[in-house]
Each structure stands twice: as structure tokens, then as C-alpha cells.
């Protein structure tokens, strides 16, 4: 998806299963998916190397590579590990709560940040796991796709 308008066909391999996708851009980071016959909306905002993607309300973490360089900009299984997180907004919209705070501890799954856009509740989860040393916005504020909302480390 990155730096380019046409998306068209995509392969796509995901815990070593790979599949042919459809992809249409429809507007401001919302995508049209076709896999295996199924339609999926997603929306993917982009930070630096890195890219937020939400489908059906669950937040994802996503790198692409090119594979004719085969070099990859991070692997993510490794830099969520242990290490630090910033959790950004993945799209505009209003926190509705928080179901952590400073100084909690998470794991890989767990529910951090309840944002709410386009009338829908979406939960932000942790990708890895660490000790919420940040929390850097306040619930009802309004957040911008990629504004930083949290710190986990």
C-alpha cells in the first residue's frame, strides 16, 4: 500500500499463510478489501515506517517490505517484545475511556483505549507487553489519526 495510488492485487502473508487480495482506495485512509470473496472496509493511518490498520474494530500494527529488496523496516514480533510501545490514534475520533492507566501492567491483547469514530466504539489493544508509563491525552478529548495517546514500556 505504500506510495502507491493503484492498488489493484496485493500478496499478502500473514503467519505464514499467504492470500491474493483485492484492494480499492475508497477515501482518507479507508481501503475496500476482497479476500477469498469477502468484502472488508479497512482504515490505515501511517507513522513514519510504520502503519495503524483497524478492521472490524481491532487495532493492528503493520509493516510492508518490498520484496524485491527483501529488507524489511523492523520486524515487529522482535521491537514489540520488551520494548517500547506508543500507542497513536488510528483514525480522528474521541476517547471514551481508558481501561488502564500509569503504572498498570499489559500483555499482548489487552484492551488500553476505548476511541470512538463514526459513531462506532473501536478498543485499541497492547501489541506486546510492558508497564503504562504515559498516558499523554484525557478521555472525551478529540485525537487525530497518528497523535500519540499512550506510552507502554
Given at each position: 500500500?505504500?506510495?502507491?495510488?493503484?492498488?489493484?492485487?496485493?500478496?499478502?502473508?500473514?503467519?505464514?499463510?499467504?492470500?491474493?487480495?483485492?484492494?480499492?482506495?475508497?477515501?482518507?485512509?479507508?481501503?475496500?478489501?476482497l479476500i477469498n470473496g469477502q468484502s472488508h472496509d479497512v482504515l490505515v493511518s501511517r507513522e513514519g515506517e510504520h502503519f495503524s490498520v483497524v478492521v472490524e474494530g481491532n487495532f493492528l500494527e503493520v509493516?510492508?517490505?518490498?520484496?524485491?529488496?527483501?529488507?524489511?523496516?523492523?520486524?515487529?514480533?522482535?521491537?514489540?517484545?520488551?520494548?517500547?510501545?506508543?500507542?497513536?490514534?488510528?483514525?480522528?475520533?474521541?476517547?471514551?475511556?481508558?481501561?488502564?492507566?500509569?503504572?498498570?501492567?499489559?500483555?499482548?491483547?489487552?484492551?488500553?483505549?476505548?476511541?470512538?469514530?463514526?459513531?462506532?466504539?473501536?478498543?485499541?489493544?497492547?501489541?506486546?507487553?510492558?508497564?503504562?508509563?504515559?498516558?499523554?491525552?484525557?478521555?472525551?478529548?478529540?485525537?487525530?489519526?497518528?497523535?500519540?495517546?499512550?506510552?507502554?514500556?
Open positions: 500500500m505504500p506510495g502507491d495510488a493503484d492498488y489493484g492485487k496485493l500478496d499478502i502473508t500473514i503467519d505464514g499463510r499467504h492470500y491474493s487480495v483485492d484492494v480499492e482506495a475508497v477515501s482518507g485512509g479507508f481501503f475496500s478489501l509493516d510492508f517490505y518490498d520484496p524485491r529488496t527483501m529488507r524489511r523496516t523492523e520486524d515487529v514480533k522482535d521491537s514489540l517484545a520488551g520494548s517500547r510501545q506508543t500507542i497513536c490514534a488510528p483514525m480522528a475520533g474521541r476517547i471514551v475511556r481508558f481501561q488502564v492507566q500509569c503504572g498498570d501492567m499489559v500483555k499482548k491483547g489487552d484492551g488500553l483505549i476505548v476511541l470512538e469514530a463514526m459513531k462506532m466504539e473501536n478498543e485499541i489493544k497492547s501489541q506486546g507487553v510492558g508497564r503504562v508509563r504515559e498516558v499523554l491525552v484525557g478521555e472525551n478529548e478529540i485525537v487525530s489519526p497518528g497523535q500519540k495517546i499512550m506510552v507502554i514500556e
